[in-house]
Nanobody, 116 residues
Framework: QVQLVESGGGLVQPGGSLRLSCAAS????????MSWYRQTPGKERELVAR????????NYADSVKGRFTISRDNAKNTVYLQMNSLKPEDTAVYYC?????????WGQGTQVTVSS
């Protein structure tokens, strides 16, 4: 059974940091592209960052470049999102996604709220 379990969300002040984790199980983690998405009420889910297993190639949304870092630990079947210099507009539910060809798996999401 495929599972993606996110953790690490919470309330943080502007300028602060959080690290999200997504623990994967039930599939061959190293064969999948792993991504973080986020969504706010009334808006479509948007890609935040993506990492390819081989070579660790990464992509980021322009809005988070230089502030967020995605990484993966293939030995632990876990993908991370280090978020620094957080802004109120980063407030959203953050989702982990695993993708391989036509296969898509999503986590349940973790809330990140940036507010003073």
């Amino acid at each position: 059974q495929v599972q993606l379990v996110e953790s690490g969300g919470g309330l943080v002040q502007p300028g602060g940091s959080l690290r999200l984790s997504c623990a994967a199980s039930g599939f061959t983690f190293t064969s999948y592209v792993m991504s973080w998405y986020r969504q706010t009420p009334g808006k479509e889910r948007e890609l935040v960052a993506r990492i390819i297993s081989a070579g660790g190639v990464t992509n980021y949304a322009d809005s988070v470049k230089g502030r967020f870092t995605i990484s993966r630990d293939n030995a632990k079947n876990t993908v991370y999102l280090q978020m620094n210099s957080l802004k109120p507009e980063d407030t959203a539910v953050y989702y982990c996604k695993a993708e391989r060809g036509l296969l898509r798996y999503w986590g349940q999401g973790t809330q990140v709220t940036v507010s003073s």
